[in-house]
C-alpha cells in the first residue's frame, strides 16, 4: 500500500507555473504506477497526467500537453508535476493516485487507481 501526500499548491496568476510533489514514504512507492487527475468545481473529476513506474512511460491529457511535464525521482518517493502556462481553466484540485502496474483500465482512467491523495489546491487567477 501507499499513503500519498501532494504538496505544491497554491494561488497564482495566469501565465504562471507551479509545481505539486506526490510523495509517500515508503519504498514500495516507486513499483506504482503514478497519476495525477483534477477537479474543478461543479466538474466531474479529470485525467491530467500519469507516469509509469520506471518513468520512460508518460501519458497527457490534451489540454495540458505541451504546458505540464510529470516525472518522478524514485530514489526520493517523489512524482512531480510541472505546471506552466497555467490558466484559470486549470484552477481545481489537483489528486495524485497510485496503483500496481500495468493499469487496469488505462493510465487515464480514474477506476485504475485504488490509492488517492487528500489534493492540493490550485488556483489560477487572470
Known amino acids: 500500500q501507499v499513503q500519498l501526500v501532494e504538496s505544491g499548491g497554491g494561488l497564482v496568476q495566469a501565465g504562471d507555473s507551479l509545481r505539486l510533489s506526490c510523495e509517500d514514504s515508503?519504498?514500495?512507492?516507486?513499483?506504482?504506477?503514478i497519476a495525477w487527475f483534477r477537479q474543478a468545481p461543479g466538474k466531474e473529476r479529470e485525467f491530467v497526467a500519469a507516469?509509469?513506474?520506471?518513468?520512460?512511460?508518460?501519458y497527457y491529457a490534451d489540454a495540458v500537453k505541451g504546458r505540464f511535464t510529470i516525472s518522478r525521482d524514485n530514489a526520493k518517493n517523489t512524482v512531480y508535476l510541472q505546471m506552466s502556462s497555467l490558466t484559470p481553466d486549470d484552477t481545481a484540485v489537483y489528486y495524485c493516485?497510485?496503483?500496481?502496474?500495468?493499469?487496469?483500465?488505462?493510465?487515464?482512467?480514474?477506476?485504475?487507481?485504488?490509492?488517492w491523495g487528500q489534493g492540493t489546491q490550485v488556483t489560477v487567477s487572470s
Open positions: 507516469i509509469s513506474w520506471t518513468g520512460d512511460i508518460t
Open positions: 515508503r519504498r514500495t512507492f516507486r513499483w506504482y504506477t
Open positions: 493516485a497510485a496503483d500496481m502496474p500495468p493499469p487496469r483500465r488505462g493510465y487515464s482512467d480514474s477506476r485504475s487507481y485504488d490509492y
